[in-house]
């Protein structure tokens, strides 16, 4: 076994590229930990040890690693079949499933289910249907979009042209669809009426933004973009990618604030955490756009659009949702983090953010100015965590807290406590 760990360490480090990591550095802090296994939200490395999965192995996992439901589901997919075209064929699992999705909502309002692969992709599909809906509705002007500072839509160029954080986009800024970036609802209150007359879409993520360091956004607010939308007649796109599927304490985040979107776009908990799927939700009026002659067609897809195992698994996992009570059980997991969080004593703790089970514990120097970046503080922390049974990443110097649903409150307790133990060392 220490023979295999070592040759995985040894290929990684010749072949593989990783998301967001300088490879210079891959390695210099200590021994990568190479994952091998799960159970519930515990994770285990090749030489046998367990960590509490701290951020749900990026913001995906809901219902645990292993889960039996899960697990079955995608083994009784597999004595069927595991993928087939969804371009001009239809599948079981797939129509299911955007059944299930569409009963989250009133009836005649997000009606319409466009599947692809990630997150990216989700929002990806969302401004070309909103582009391609104008063109077709004889408003073809309509061709821009607003979104909001220092926001994250991911990485593919569409969804990159309306990010905020500019390590991320700068680079590729030129390449994308227009964006006006606004920082709040007044700056949206005060565009020109040229600049709303080109706009196709606002879009927002709901409640919180996720890579702006976990920064709520003020009660109401959310309903209030709804408002400002209809009255503008701009379509509203919610990226619920990361706060979809019970993270905020309801199954959609736009349900707290009693709100529709016009596109929906899920995807990281849609399986569980399991496959690579997203859903785009759009309503009938937006469809019917796109009915008529095959110029009006919306040519846009992916190999493993609908595929089977991701759509069998998503539905086992918002059976799981159902059978286990999983949103009654919020609370208490949420007050346990929140608590949890707010125990660690420590100077360098500048503000705990959060919103249902998503937190963010921010560090600073005493003086509440940020460390300089060369420090790398909130990667120190995270490094020192391991040696506490905790895996989570920074963004920046705020340490992402995002466990799974499933855990147990003591489980989240005991996370902060190693969270905690890891800033004294760190």
Known sequence: MRRDVDSWREWDREHCWHPFTQHAE??????????VGGEGPWLIDAEGRRYFDGNSSIWTNIHGHRHPGLDAALRTQLDEIAHTSFLGFANPRAAELAKRLVDFFPPGTLERVFFSDDGSTAVEVAIKMAIQYRQQSGEPERTGFISFENA????????????GV?????????????ATRVASLADLRTLSAAEIASTAAVVVEPLIQGVNEMRPWPVGQLAEIRDWCDEQGVHL???????GFGRTGTMFACQQESILPDFLCLAKGLTGGYLPLAATLTTGPVFEAFLGDRDRTFYYGHSYTANQLGCAVALASLDVFEEERVLEGLPARVEALVQGLKAIVHPSVHEVRYCGLIAGLELRQESGERFPGEEHMGERVCLAARAHGLLTRPIRDTIVMMPPLCSTTEEITGACEALGAALDEA
């Open 152 to 163: 994250y839509h991911g990485d593919t160029m569409g969804a990159a042209s309306l990010g």
């Open 26 to 35: 891959w390695g210099m802090a200590g021994e990568e930990v190479v994952l």
């Open 166 to 178: 500019s390590l991320f986009f700068d680079r590729f800024r030129s390449f994308g669809f227009p």
């Open 237 to 243: 796109i919610l990226d619920e990618v990361m706060t």
